[in-house]
T-cell receptor
């Protein structure tokens, strides 16, 4: 069966450190993968999109990698800040499927 | 643009009542999605539309749920009759074109007593 697993339901790190979140999938052939941030009481907000033929994407302090052989994406936040505390969701999109399937999310807490 | 607008923000109703959730997508977006989020099941896709036409409703839990998109600027999700297990946060999202990022509304927190 198809499955998306985001390891570590909760991740606690110290301010200034790099947070690394994982997204593993089985029985999918995603054309691309997205990462979203969700704050309590709000809808998810798009952060980054990486396509199957891309290995890495960066945006300011954010970096995402996509390994289709390992069936895994890693999401990094460097120089983390307390304001980065939120739940982060990965979403897979299969070619022309027109719909995104979301993982359960990882809740990140950055302590000052 | 004001983004995706959902109403109401909160809805409390009694079992057996009809519930209607509303969504206004971002102008010019071709795709509209209805998602449901619970602690147990995470964020689940219920149904999505392309150019006002329902494309995939395989995520709709049962016949008590129905969705419409009468025009490009409005969609509704209706639950009739509602049950306590329908309690969740319902999100609407729109997308400019296929394989692009989603823009989510703030959600409707539904509580069925």
């Amino acid at each position: 069966s198809q499955k998306i697993e985001q390891n570590s339901e909760a991740l606690n790190i110290q301010e200034g450190k790099t947070a690394t979140l994982t997204c593993n999938y089985t029985n999918y052939s995603p054309a691309y993968l997205q990462w979203y941030r969700q704050d309590p009481g709000r809808g998810p907000v798009f952060l980054l999109l990486i396509r199957e033929n891309e290995k890495e994407k960066r945006k300011e302090r954010l970096k995402v990698t996509f390994d289709t052989t390992l069936k895994q994406s890693l999401f990094h936040i460097t120089a983390s800040q307390p304001a980065d505390s939120a739940t982060y969701l990965c979403a897979l999109d299969q070619t022309n499927a027109g719909k995104s399937t979301f993982g359960d999310g990882t809740t990140l807490t950055v302590k000052p | 643009d004001a983004g995706v607008i959902q109403s109401p923000r909160h809805e409390v109703t009694e079992m057996g009542q009809e519930v209607t959730l509303r969504c206004k997508p971002i102008s010019g977006h071709d795709y509209l999605f209805w998602y449901r989020q619970t602690m147990m099941r995470g964020l689940e896709l219920l149904i999505y539309f392309n150019n006002n036409v329902p494309i995939d409703d395989s995520g709709m839990p049962e016949d008590r749920f129905s969705a419409k998109m009468p025009n490009a600027s409005f969609s509704t999700l209706k639950i009739q009759p509602s049950e306590p297990r329908d309690s969740a946060v319902y999100f609407c999202a729109s997308q400019g074109t296929v394989n692009e990022k989603l823009f989510f509304g703030s959600g409707t927190q539904l509580s069925v007593l």
